[in-house]
C-alpha cells in the first residue's frame, strides 16, 4: 500500500485542536492531583530533609541558645526520630531556634518546639498530647493533622493565607505525636517583628483550634542582587530579573516576564559552568522560581537562560550575565 | 523532538512533558479516532492516555523513545475503550435495531479509509496504522505489539488483502494499493 496516499487520508481526520489541548491539560491536572494525594509522605521527608541540610550549611546565626540546647536536647531528639545524623547536628549548630508554646484545646494541647527561617524557608516542629488522641500511624494515614496560616490578627472567619509547603505526618514519640512543617515565605522579605501566623485545625480527627504567633528572628538572607535591571528579550517575549535572593542552599529568583509559566524554563549555571537548576527546581509561577540548590564561595557570577519553547522548538533568549558581590 | 526535553520531562519538568504532549497531540488523537471513530471517544482515549503517561514518564528509560512509548500506551487505552464498547453493543437497543436491519452501505458509495479499517480486526488495524502511519519498523512494531517480527509481517500482509479487497471496489481511490 501506498504510505503517501495513507498518510493523506489519515490526515483528512479533523483535529479539534482546541477541545484536545483541553483534554490534556486535563489528564495532567488529574495526574497532578493524584500524584499529590499519593505521594504525600515521601515528598514531605525529602523536603524536610532539604530543610534540614538548609539549615546545617547556610550558616544564618539564629538567637543563641546553646546552653538550653546543650542541656534539653528536645529538637536533637525530635530529629532523631527521622534523621538522626542531622538532628544532632543541629544540636550542636544551634541552627533552630527552640520555642515552648503551649495551646489547648478539646483536651489535646499542641506545643510549638522549635522554629526556623532560612530566608526563604520556615520550618516548624511541633508536640501534640492528650488522652483523647488516639491516631493510627500507618502510610495509609498521611493528613493526620490539618493547620493553615491566617492574616495578620487572628479572629472569626479570618483570612486564610496559602503558602507552599510541605507538612510530616504525626509520629508517636512516648505518649505523644511529633510533628513538622515547612513553608515557602512568598514574599521577598520579611517584615520587621514578623511573627508567623500558623493554626492548626485538627489534631488526629479532633477538630479544634490552636493558635500560634510564632515569633521569627529576622534573618537576612545571604546574598542578593539588586538595583541593576537585567532584561533580556527575543522577538517575542521578554524576561527582567528583579531580585534574586542566594542562601548558602537555595535561590529565590523573582521576575517579570510574559513568557507563559507553563513553557518557561530557567536554566542556571555558575561561573564554573555547573548546572544549578537540574533537579533543584522546588517551585515556580508567574512571578517566582525556588531553586533547593546553593552556591560554592568562590563563584563569580552566574548566568540565567530563560526558554520558552515554541512552535516545537526550544527558543533560548539571551543568557544574563548576573555578577555575585 | 529534542532528547533533553524527554529526559527533563521524565525528571518531572511537567512544562516539558505538556510540550512533548502536546507536540504528539494530533497523531494521538487521528490513532485513536482510526480506531474508535468519534471525536468523543478520540478526546477521552487522549486524556487517559495523558493521564497514564504522566504517572510513568518517569519509568522511561530511553528518551528516544518517547513517541513510541506514548504510542503504546494510547493503543491499549483504545483496546480497553473497544473491549467496553463491544460489552455496551449488546445493551444499545439502536444499534441492535440497525444490526437487524442489515443496514448495509451501498457499494457504490466511497468508502472512507477509517471506515474501511474498521471492518478489520483490532490487531490488524494496528500494524496498519504504525507501519502506514507512524512509519515505524517491523521491529518497533513487534516490540509495541508484544509479537514477533515474523506475526507482525503476516498480520500486514493479511491485513493489506483485506483493506484491498474493501477499498478496491472504489476504483476511485488508489490504483495500486498493495
Redesign the interface.
Known sequence: MNKDWFKRKVEEIEVPKEELFSVIDKGIEIGRKQKKNKKKTKYSLSLLSAAVMIILSSGFVFSPVTSVLASVPIIGSFYENFHRSMGEELEKKDLVTELNQTVTDNGVDVTVTSVYYDGIFFGVTFRASGNELNIEIDDENLSNYEYYLYENGYEDGTVKVSWGGAFYPLQLDGNDYIGAIELEYPDKELPKDFSLPLIFSNIGGIEGEWVFQIPIEQIPPKMRTLGKEYTTKNDTFSFTLTDIIIGETNMAINYETDIPVDVLKLTILDNKGNDLSSDSIRSYDEERAVFLTGIESSTKYLTLYPTDYRNGEVVKLDPLKIEIR | M?IT?VL?AI?G???????L???E??KM??TA??YVRN?DDA??I??????KA??SIHHLKKPEYFSTWLMKILIRTAFRTLEQQKKWKVLDNETLENLLEQKIPEVTQNID??DALSNLDVKYQTA?ILF??H?LPIHKISVMMDKPEGTVKTYLRRA?ME??KILEGESH??Q???
Open positions: 529534542e526535553m527533563n525528571k519538568d511537567e512544562a516539558a512533558f505538556e510540550f504532549i502536546k507536540q497531540s494530533n488523537y487521528r479516532f482510526l471525536k478526546l477521552d487522549v486524556q487517559e492516555t495523558v493521564l504522566y504517572h479509509l477509517v496498519i502506514y502511519y512509519d493489506k483493506l484491498k481511490y488508489e495500486r494499493l498493495v
